[in-house]
């Protein structure tokens, strides 16, 4: 049961926006579920539970899926725009070594 009155449907909004996301820049990309799984490491299952808005990822997994897509993490969680965004500026070489 949600602490707060807002937080189930704060929750259910973030998961829409990220899949719904998630899913358009995978088409973009022309990147299927395989592909996705082979560029993450992440379990098609859990891939399909982020795709059909069931489920959020966890930080290290939102990096991996960034990185995959070559989108900014606050544009994917809904919590930015991707005006001025450069792909090199989403995930430095560093980064990658913490999420691998």
């Given at each position: ?29 022309e990147i299927n579920l395989d592909k ?17 808005g069931e489920r959020l990822p966890r ?42």
């Open positions: 049961m949600p602490n707060h009155p807002l937080e189930s449907t704060v929750g259910d909004y973030a998961k829409r926006i990220f899949s719904q996301r998630l899913r358009e820049l995978m088409a973009s990309r996705l799984v082979e560029l993450t490491g992440i379990h098609t299952n859990t891939l399909r539970a982020y795709m059909s930080i290290p997994q939102l990096f991996l899926l960034a990185d995959a897509i070559d989108a900014p993490i606050d544009w994917l969680t809904g919590f930015g725009d991707w005006d001025g965004y450069h792909s090199d500026q989403l995930i430095t070489p560093q980064d990658r070594g913490i999420v691998h």
